[in-house]
Protein backbone atom coordinates (compact mmCIF):
# COMPACT_ATOMS: atom_id res chain seq x y z
CA UNK A 1 0.00 0.00 0.00
CA UNK A 2 0.95 3.32 -0.57
CA UNK A 3 -0.12 6.27 1.24
CA UNK A 4 2.80 9.44 -0.15
CA UNK A 5 1.53 13.21 -0.49
CA UNK A 6 3.02 16.12 -1.75
CA UNK A 7 2.13 19.45 -1.55
CA UNK A 8 3.23 22.83 -2.19
CA UNK A 9 1.92 26.52 -0.39
CA UNK A 10 1.94 29.37 1.88
CA UNK A 11 0.99 28.65 5.89
CA UNK A 12 -2.05 30.45 6.59
CA UNK A 13 -0.48 31.38 10.34
CA UNK A 14 2.41 31.16 12.60
CA UNK A 15 2.96 27.36 13.44
CA UNK A 16 1.89 26.11 16.66
CA UNK A 17 4.61 24.14 18.58
CA UNK A 18 3.03 22.28 21.72
CA UNK A 19 4.99 19.48 23.73
CA UNK A 20 3.28 16.23 24.60
CA UNK A 21 3.02 14.90 28.30
CA UNK A 22 6.22 12.88 27.51
CA UNK A 23 8.25 16.34 26.33
CA UNK A 24 8.06 15.20 22.86
CA UNK A 25 7.56 18.65 19.82
CA UNK A 26 4.80 19.09 18.00
CA UNK A 27 3.52 21.59 15.70
CA UNK A 28 0.57 22.22 13.95
CA UNK A 29 0.18 24.30 10.56
CA UNK A 30 -2.36 24.89 7.71
CA UNK A 31 -1.46 25.26 4.45
CA UNK A 32 -3.09 27.01 1.80
CA UNK A 33 -2.85 25.01 -1.70
CA UNK A 34 -3.81 26.62 -4.91
CA UNK A 35 -5.49 24.25 -7.41
CA UNK A 36 -4.10 23.74 -10.74
CA UNK A 37 -7.13 24.51 -12.44
CA UNK A 38 -9.78 26.93 -11.85
CA UNK A 39 -13.30 26.71 -12.40
CA UNK A 40 -15.39 26.23 -15.86
CA UNK A 41 -16.15 29.50 -15.84
CA UNK A 42 -12.60 30.57 -16.32
CA UNK A 43 -12.45 32.56 -13.08
CA UNK A 44 -10.08 32.47 -10.39
CA UNK A 45 -8.02 28.91 -9.08
CA UNK A 46 -9.91 27.59 -5.91
CA UNK A 47 -7.60 27.05 -2.70
CA UNK A 48 -7.41 24.67 -0.55
CA UNK A 49 -6.56 24.55 2.99
CA UNK A 50 -4.95 21.55 4.19
CA UNK A 51 -3.79 20.66 8.10
CA UNK A 52 -0.64 19.64 8.84
CA UNK A 53 1.46 18.45 12.16
CA UNK A 54 4.91 17.79 12.48
CA UNK A 55 6.48 16.06 14.91
CA UNK A 56 9.86 16.02 16.92
CA UNK A 57 12.82 17.29 15.53
CA UNK A 58 10.73 18.46 12.21
CA UNK A 59 8.44 20.56 14.74
CA UNK A 60 10.86 22.21 16.14
CA UNK A 61 12.54 23.20 12.73
CA UNK A 62 8.76 24.31 11.52
CA UNK A 63 8.64 26.64 14.30
CA UNK A 64 12.05 28.33 13.86
CA UNK A 65 12.12 28.71 10.49
CA UNK A 66 8.66 29.53 9.17
CA UNK A 67 6.20 31.80 9.50
CA UNK A 68 2.67 32.80 8.34
CA UNK A 69 3.27 33.75 4.81
CA UNK A 70 6.27 31.36 3.95
CA UNK A 71 5.99 29.32 0.90
CA UNK A 72 6.66 25.13 2.06
CA UNK A 73 6.81 22.26 -0.22
CA UNK A 74 5.75 19.30 2.29
CA UNK A 75 5.55 15.37 2.13
CA UNK A 76 3.92 13.34 4.21
CA UNK A 77 1.35 10.83 4.11
CA UNK A 78 -2.19 11.42 4.76
CA UNK A 79 -3.42 10.89 8.37
CA UNK A 80 -7.44 10.33 9.00
CA UNK A 81 -8.50 10.50 12.22
CA UNK A 82 -12.11 10.30 14.16
CA UNK A 83 -12.70 11.93 17.45
CA UNK A 84 -15.58 13.24 19.51
CA UNK A 85 -16.86 16.91 19.52
CA UNK A 86 -17.93 19.00 22.95
CA UNK A 87 -21.68 17.87 22.26
CA UNK A 88 -20.60 14.01 21.89
CA UNK A 89 -21.06 14.46 18.13
CA UNK A 90 -18.69 12.09 15.97
CA UNK A 91 -16.03 14.49 13.86
CA UNK A 92 -13.34 13.08 11.22
CA UNK A 93 -10.35 15.05 10.43
CA UNK A 94 -7.77 14.46 7.67
CA UNK A 95 -4.45 16.17 8.52
CA UNK A 96 -0.96 15.52 6.77
CA UNK A 97 1.48 13.63 8.95
CA UNK A 98 4.91 15.69 7.78
CA UNK A 99 7.94 13.65 7.22
CA UNK A 100 10.28 16.54 5.03
CA UNK A 101 9.61 20.08 4.87
CA UNK A 102 11.59 22.67 2.95
CA UNK A 103 11.54 25.99 1.63
CA UNK A 104 9.38 26.87 -1.73
CA UNK A 105 10.86 30.18 -2.34
CA UNK A 106 14.58 31.83 -1.99
CA UNK A 107 15.68 34.08 0.65
CA UNK A 108 16.19 37.09 -2.02
CA UNK A 109 12.37 36.64 -3.01
CA UNK A 110 11.02 36.79 0.97
CA UNK A 111 13.39 39.65 1.34
CA UNK A 112 12.17 41.65 -1.79
CA UNK A 113 8.65 41.15 -0.55
CA UNK A 114 9.31 43.21 2.57
CA UNK A 115 8.90 39.98 4.93
CA UNK A 116 11.97 39.72 7.81
CA UNK A 117 10.77 35.57 7.84
CA UNK A 118 14.02 33.36 6.71
CA UNK A 119 13.72 31.15 4.01
CA UNK A 120 16.40 29.75 1.42
CA UNK A 121 16.12 26.70 -0.66
CA UNK A 122 19.51 25.59 0.26
CA UNK A 123 17.83 24.59 3.60
CA UNK A 124 15.28 22.12 4.49
CA UNK A 125 14.79 19.63 7.24
CA UNK A 126 13.96 15.75 7.37
CA UNK A 127 12.77 13.56 10.14
CA UNK A 128 15.14 10.94 8.83
CA UNK A 129 17.76 12.65 10.28
CA UNK A 130 19.31 13.95 7.07
CA UNK A 131 19.27 17.59 7.27
CA UNK A 132 21.28 20.50 5.70
CA UNK A 133 20.34 23.09 8.30
CA UNK A 134 22.07 26.11 9.06
CA UNK A 135 21.65 24.07 12.77
CA UNK A 136 21.97 21.07 12.10
CA UNK A 137 24.58 18.60 10.31
CA UNK A 138 27.22 20.85 11.06
CA UNK A 139 26.48 23.69 8.26
CA UNK A 140 26.51 27.12 8.62
CA UNK A 141 25.09 29.83 7.00
CA UNK A 142 27.75 32.03 5.20
CA UNK A 143 27.05 35.95 6.17
CA UNK A 144 26.78 38.43 3.07
CA UNK A 145 25.32 35.16 1.17
CA UNK A 146 23.83 36.42 -2.05
CA UNK A 147 22.48 32.84 -2.96
CA UNK A 148 23.82 33.05 -6.27
CA UNK A 149 26.71 29.52 -7.34
CA UNK A 150 29.68 30.90 -7.68
CA UNK A 151 30.62 29.18 -10.97
Given at each position: ?????????????????????????????TLAVDRDF??????????????????????????????????????????????????????????????????????????????????????????????????????????????????
Amino acid sequence: MLNRIDIMGRLTRDPELRHTQSQTPVASFTLAVDRDFGNRDGGERQTDFIDCVAWRQTAEFVSKYFTKGSMAVVSGRLQIRDWTDRDGGKRRSAEVVVDNIYFGESRRSRDDSGSTAYTSNSYSYSDSGKSSSSSYGGFQELDGDDGDLPF
